[in-house]
C-alpha cells in the first residue's frame, strides 16, 4: 500500500513529467479505489474550492492550471472529469491527479467524465499510451478500474451542483442520483450515461444528442431541476469553449473548459471558476503553457470525433 512518503515521491517525479513504475501504479490505484468507495455519487465538497474542466492529458497546461490556481494542498480543487485522452501525457495526468487524490483526499476531489471508460480510451488514445510507455495494457487496467469508483457528481455547500456533462430526463432529484450503481462501465444509455454525455442548448425541453449518447436539455429544464434542487448552479464542462467558459440560462449554468488550445490546435483560452467561501464567483483565464516548457512527445494522431 502506497505511503504518505511514497505518495511524496510519487507526486514529485509525475510533477517532472516521469512515469512510476507498473508496481507502483498498481500500489497507487489501489490506495485510491479504497478511498473513492466511501464517496457517494454527489460528493458533499465545501468552499473555497477551485473548479476545473476537461484536461485531456495536456500535462503542460495542467502544470499551468497548477500555477495559476495555487498547488495542491494549499489550494482545493474539485475536477470534472476528462482527464486522459486526446493529449500527448494521458498517463502522467491521470496518475499525478490520483496521487494529490491519495496524498489529499479532502483537498482534491474527482469526479467521472465521459472519457473515464475502457471503450472511449481504446479509440482516443489513453489505451495505446499505457501500452507504449509500460509495454503492456496492465497500467490501463489499474486506471480503468479506477474510472469505476469516481462519483458521478459533487455538491458545493448545497448550492453549486458539478457534473460533467449535464442532466438527464431520468433524474429529478439529486436522491435519484445518490441510488445509481455506479461501479461499471459507462453504460451506453440511462441516467448515468447522460451525467457524463449531455449538453445544454438553446432549446425548450430535451433533445436528441448529436453525440449519438446523453441528451440536449434547454434552460426550462435547468430552471426546474434547480428550483426544485434547492440549487443556484449548475457547473459542467464536457465541450470545448473557445473562450474558456460560457454561461448559460440566466447564470444557472456554466460550462468551464480547462485545456488550453485543445488538442495542440484550436486555439482556445482555458479557464477555472474559483469559489469563495460565499460563492462569489471568480474565473481566471489562462492559455497553454510556453512551447520551451514542453517535452516533445512521439505520438500518432488520434481520430477525431467531435472536438
Same mark, same amino acid.
Given at each position: 500500500?502506497?505511503?504518505?512518503?511514497?505518495?511524496?515521491?510519487?507526486?514529485?517525479?509525475?510533477?517532472?513529467?516521469?512515469?512510476?513504475?507498473?508496481?507502483?501504479?498498481?500500489?497507487?490505484?489501489?490506495?485510491?479505489?479504497?478511498?473513492?468507495?466511501?464517496?457517494?455519487?454527489?460528493?458533499?465538497?465545501?468552499?473555497?474550492?477551485?473548479?476545473? *474542466?476537461?484536461?485531456?492529458?495536456?500535462?503542460?497546461? &495542467?502544470?499551468?492550471?497548477?500555477?495559476?490556481?495555487?498547488?495542491?494542498?494549499?489550494?482545493?480543487?474539485?475536477?470534472?472529469?476528462?482527464? /486522459?485522452?486526446?493529449?500527448?501525457?494521458?498517463?502522467?495526468?491521470?496518475?499525478?491527479?490520483?496521487? &494529490?487524490?491519495?496524498?489529499? +483526499?479532502?483537498?482534491?476531489?474527482?469526479?467521472?467524465?465521459?472519457?473515464?471508460?475502457?471503450?472511449?480510451?481504446? /479509440?482516443?488514445?489513453?489505451?495505446?499510451?499505457?501500452?507504449?510507455?509500460?509495454?503492456?495494457?496492465?497500467?490501463?487496467?489499474?486506471?480503468?478500474?479506477?474510472?469505476?469508483?469516481?462519483?458521478?457528481?459533487?455538491?458545493?455547500?448545497?448550492?453549486?451542483?458539478?457534473?460533467? *456533462?449535464?442532466?438527464?430526463?431520468?433524474?429529478?432529484?439529486?436522491?435519484?442520483?445518490?441510488?445509481?450503481?455506479?461501479?461499471?462501465? /459507462?453504460?451506453?444509455?440511462?441516467?448515468?450515461?447522460? &451525467?457524463?454525455?449531455?449538453?445544454?442548448?438553446?432549446?425548450? *425541453?430535451?433533445?436528441?444528442? +448529436?453525440? *449519438?449518447?446523453?441528451?440536449? !436539455?434547454?434552460?426550462?429544464?435547468?430552471?426546474?431541476?434547480?428550483?426544485?434542487?434547492?440549487?443556484?448552479?449548475?457547473?459542467?464542462?464536457?465541450?470545448?469553449?473557445?473562450?474558456?467558459?460560457?454561461?448559460? !440560462?440566466?447564470?444557472?449554468?456554466?460550462?468551464?473548459?480547462?485545456?488550453?488550445?485543445?488538442?495542440?490546435?484550436?486555439?482556445?483560452?482555458?479557464?477555472?471558476?474559483?469559489?469563495?467561501?460565499? &460563492?462569489?464567483?471568480?474565473?481566471?483565464? !489562462?492559455?497553454?503553457? +510556453?512551447?520551451?516548457?514542453?517535452?516533445?512527445?512521439?505520438?500518432? +494522431?488520434?481520430?477525431?470525433? !467531435?472536438?
Amino acid at each position: 500500500m502506497a505511503t504518505h512518503s511514497d505518495l511524496d515521491r510519487h507526486i514529485e517525479k509525475l510533477k517532472n513529467c516521469e512515469i512510476i513504475k507498473e508496481a507502483e501504479v498498481k500500489a497507487l490505484c489501489q490506495k485510491a479505489r479504497e478511498i473513492l468507495v466511501d464517496e457517494p455519487n454527489v460528493q458533499v465538497v465545501y468552499a473555497p474550492i477551485t473548479i476545473v *474542466g476537461d484536461i485531456h492529458g495536456q500535462f503542460y497546461d &495542467l502544470k499551468e492550471l497548477l500555477k495559476v490556481g495555487g498547488d495542491v494542498p494549499d489550494t482545493n480543487y474539485l475536477f470534472m472529469g476528462d482527464f /486522459v485522452d486526446r493529449g500527448f501525457y494521458s498517463v502522467e495526468t491521470f496518475l499525478l491527479l490520483l496521487a &494529490l487524490k491519495a496524498r489529499y +483526499p479532502d483537498r482534491v476531489q474527482l469526479i467521472r467524465g465521459n472519457h473515464e471508460s475502457r471503450q472511449i480510451t481504446q /479509440v482516443y488514445g489513453f489505451y495505446d499510451e499505457c501500452l507504449r510507455k509500460y509495454g503492456s495494457v496492465n497500467v490501463w487496467r489499474y486506471c480503468t478500474d479506477v474510472f469505476d469508483f469516481l462519483a458521478l457528481s459533487a455538491l458545493v455547500e448545497g448550492k453549486v451542483l458539478t457534473v460533467h *456533462g449535464g442532466l438527464s430526463p431520468s433524474i429529478n432529484s439529486l436522491d435519484q442520483i445518490r441510488t445509481i450503481d455506479r461501479k461499471q462501465e /459507462v453504460p451506453h444509455d440511462g441516467a448515468m450515461c447522460d &451525467l457524463l454525455w449531455s449538453d445544454p442548448e438553446d432549446i425548450d *425541453g430535451w433533445g436528441l444528442s +448529436p453525440r *449519438g449518447a446523453g441528451y440536449l !436539455f434547454g434552460g426550462d429544464v435547468v430552471h426546474q431541476f434547480n428550483t426544485s434542487n434547492k440549487i443556484e448552479l449548475i457547473t459542467r464542462s464536457h465541450q470545448l469553449v473557445m473562450e474558456g467558459y460560457k454561461s448559460m !440560462f440566466n447564470d444557472t449554468l456554466v460550462t468551464v473548459w480547462s485545456a488550453p488550445n485543445y488538442c495542440y490546435r484550436c486555439g482556445n483560452v482555458a479557464s477555472i471558476l474559483e469559489l469563495d467561501e460565499h &460563492l462569489q464567483r471568480n474565473y481566471k483565464i !489562462f492559455e497553454a503553457a +510556453p512551447q520551451e516548457a514542453r517535452g516533445v512527445p512521439a505520438k500518432k +494522431p488520434t481520430p477525431d470525433y !467531435f472536438l
